[in-house]
């Protein structure tokens, strides 16, 4: 038997208690019987309808339509909460504070990579590949003028680029978040996809 048939059988024995029936005999009740009081019936008759509703949505089982998110989106007053960074950072750590600055909890935050994206569709970055054969985002001329450069550093595993952000850069970011949510709002970037720089390899 389904929910729904399940229901539809409760309903069905609720009516007729509700009109003093026995849905057991089909029998009235006897006189002076407990479904024959007048409060007891209309109790019945209420839990009949709630289960009619339910009924007519589906039963209990039937999923919740889900509320959707409201697009990535940073306003005046949030932008300015954004904590600049006097010492440049990378972009991962940039896209962290601004989204440490949203106050809906209902927003989507920014996605990882969307301000590289857009920094390279803009000519800021450049994809390269570098000595291991991965595709590194580095400054381009126009990236440098705006405060974004990368150097060559050396960890456990040897030499590796990072991509920095002065306050400057930073600052940039901000100016152009409109045009930044808009990269936010397309489907997420394809695998192996120039990653955004800052991290070891």
């Known amino acids: 038997m389904t929910e729904l ?22 029998c009235p009740a006897a006189e002076g019987d407990v479904i024959q009081q007048v409060r007891i019936s209309r ?10 509703q339910l009924i007519e949505q589906g039963g ?21 909460r954004f904590d600049y960074s006097n010492e440049p950072i990378p ?5 962290q504070r ?20 857009f920094l390279e569709e803009a000519g800021f970055l450049a994809s390269v590949i570098d000595a291991d054969g991965r595709a590194r985002r580095l ?12 150097e060559t550093r050396t960890g456990y595993r040897g030499p590796y680029t990072v991509t920095l952000y002065t306050r400057d850069a930073q600052a940039f970011v901000l100016d152009h978040i409109d045009a930044i949510a808009a990269h ?5 970037r394809r695998a192996g996809a120039a990653p955004e720089g800052g991290a070891q390899p």
């Open 5 to 26: 048939e399940t229901l539809e059988r409760a309903k069905m024995y609720l009516d007729k208690l509700a009109n003093g029936i026995d849905p057991l005999t089909d």
């Open 43 to 52: 109790c019945l008759f209420y839990v009949s309808d709630v289960l009619r």
């Open 60 to 80: 209990l089982s039937k999923p919740k339509k889900r509320v959707g998110r409201e697009p990535f989106e940073l306003t005046p007053a949030e932008a300015a």
């Open 91 to 95: 972009v991962g750590e940039i896209t």
């Open 98 to 117: 601004i989204n440490a600055c949203l106050t809906d909890e209902n927003r989507r935050r920014l996605k990882k990579g969307v301000i590289a994206a």
């Open 139 to 150: 400054a381009t001329e126009a990236g440098e003028r705006i405060g974004i450069y990368s």
């Open 184 to 188: 936010n709002a397309r489907p997420s």
